[in-house]
Every structure is written in C-alpha cells, then in structure tokens.
C-alpha cells in the first residue's frame, strides 16, 4: 500500500516557476517508479514525466522537455517535479503516481495516486 501526497501548486504568471512535491508513504518507495501526470478540464489524463526507483532512468513528455524536470530523495520519499518557462497550456490538475511494473508513460499503469494539486497559469 502506497499513500501519496502532492503539494506545492498554485497560481503563476506565464514564464514563471514552480516546483511541485509528492511525498510517499511505504517502505518500497526506493524501488518505486514515481511519475506526474496532468489533467486540464474536459480532457484526458496526460503523461508528464517519470522516474524510476533509483533514479536510473527517467521518461519525458516532449511537451515539457527544457522546461520541467524530475528528481527524487529517496530519504525524504519525495519526488519533485520542477517547472520553468510556464505557458497557459500547462494550467491543470497535476498528479503524481507509483507503479511497479508496465509502460511509466501510461496512466493506467499506475496501481496508486495522490489527490492532485491545481497548477494555473495567467498569460
């Protein structure tokens, strides 16, 4: 059993930053692939970014490459999802989630979530 918690969401003007935090519960965190996801109003989840366990690998929507990063600490159980260069389009619910097997880019993949943070961005 996985509990997870995000944080750190908010309003922000276009071209500003924001850094998003999902802090797990579980002893298995270490081992844990942790990706971020988003969803707008009236569309479907979406891919952001993920990473595995270790750190060893991490996968990126083309939408957000050179603008957002991943990084976790696995002696906080935190993974972090940093933002920069926000447009408007980036404006949704992000949601972080914890999967031990199948593709990391897919939602449905995903066996837990957090409740979501609202990220919007003013142009």
């Known amino acids: 059993q996985v509990q997870l918690v995000e944080s750190g969401g908010g309003l922000v003007q276009a071209g500003g930053s924001l850094r998003l935090s999902c802090v797990a519960s579980?002893?298995?965190?270490?081992?844990?692939?942790i990706g971020w996801f988003r969803q707008a109003p009236g569309k479907e989840r979406e891919f952001v970014l993920a990473?595995?366990?270790?750190?060893?690998?991490?996968y990126g929507a083309d939408s957000v490459k050179g603008r957002f990063a991943i990084s976790r600490d696995n002696t906080k159980n935190t993974v972090y999802l940093q933002m920069n260069s926000l447009k408007p389009e980036d404006t949704a619910v992000y949601y972080c989630?914890?999967?031990?097997?199948?593709?990391?880019?897919?939602?449905?993949?995903?066996?837990?979530w957090g409740q979501g943070t609202q990220v919007t961005v003013s142009s």
């Open positions: 989630g914890a999967r031990n097997s199948g593709d990391p880019r897919t939602w449905v993949e995903y066996d837990y």
């Open positions: 579980g002893r298995t965190f270490s081992s844990t692939t």
């Open positions: 990473i595995s366990g270790r750190g060893t690998w991490i």
